[in-house]
T-cell receptor, first 113, second 113 residues
Framework: AQSVTQLDSQVPVFEEAPVELRCNYS??????LFWYVQYPNQGLQLLLK??????LVKGINGFEAEFNKSQTSFHLRKPSVHISDTAEYFC???????????FGTGTRLQVFP | DTEVTQTPKHLVMGMTNKKSLKCEQH?????MYWYKQKAKKPPELMFV???????INESVPSRFSPECPNSSLLNLHLHALQPEDSALYLC????????????FGSGTRLTVV
């Protein structure tokens, strides 16, 4: 079955600390991977995406993610977070030759001063 | 134009009303999507249109009726909704089959009273 999993529902972290948000997927075909951020009462904003090529992907707002095919993971990282990074983060996967984009359950990143 | 525009931003409707949500994109994307997002949950796929034809219906109740008048427009017609249908409705578009990512609108916040 094709699925995407975000094991951490909440990640609390202090400002200027590093953070990693985990994402794992399950698929028998090639995948395309995305991270979206959602601020309260807003829509989804694309942080970064992996379609092919270099497995280390850099996105907006200082975020990056690494595609690891052997571990079927696409973890999101930031070396130093800001209060303004407090939001919900969704990992999403689409599967080769389909129009479907499915989302993980989301991780709430809470940055404390 | 790199945006997906959704109108209205907010909608309150009674259970006997008929209303429509509208979505527009001018990026030449061939696939358009409706998602439903309840509070503190990930977006759930409802419908996918590919080349103006309905390609995916995720077993959505018939009180939700999608329509794609042309390649730039996507509507969602609402009739006889229930209070549990209150949610954020997101529209998205893409080149299709995971080929470049998905662009989301800011959503319509629907409240059914």
């Amino acid at each position: 079955a094709q699925s995407v999993t975000q094991l951490d529902s909440q990640v609390p972290v202090f400002e200027e600390a590093p953070v990693e948000l985990r994402c794992n997927y399950s698929s028998s075909v090639s995948v395309y991977l995305f991270w979206y951020v959602q601020y309260p009462n807003q829509g989804l904003q694309l942080l970064l995406k992996y379609l092919s090529g270099s497995t280390l992907v850099k996105g907006i707002n200082g975020f990056e993610a690494e595609f690891n095919k052997s571990q079927t993971s696409f973890h999101l990282r930031k070396p130093s977070v800001h209060i303004s990074d407090t939001a919900e983060y969704f990992c999403a996967v689409s599967f080769y030759n389909t129009d479907k984009l499915i989302f993980g359950t989301g991780t709430r990143l809470q940055v404390f001063p | 134009d790199t945006e997906v525009t959704q109108t209205p931003k907010h909608l309150v409707m009674g259970m006997t009303n008929k209303k429509s949500l509208k979505c527009e994109q001018h990026m030449g994307h061939r696939a358009m999507y409706w998602y439903k997002q309840k509070a503190k949950k990930p977006p759930e796929l409802m419908f996918v249109y590919s080349y103006e034809k309905l390609s995916i219906n995720e077993s959505v109740p018939s009180r939700f009726s999608p329509e794609c008048p042309n390649s730039s427009l996507l509507n969602l017609h609402l009739h006889a909704l229930q209070p549990e249908d209150s949610a954020l409705y997101l529209c998205a578009s893409s080149h299709g089959q995971g080929s470049g990512g998905y662009t989301f609108g800011s959503g319509t916040r629907l409240t059914v009273v």
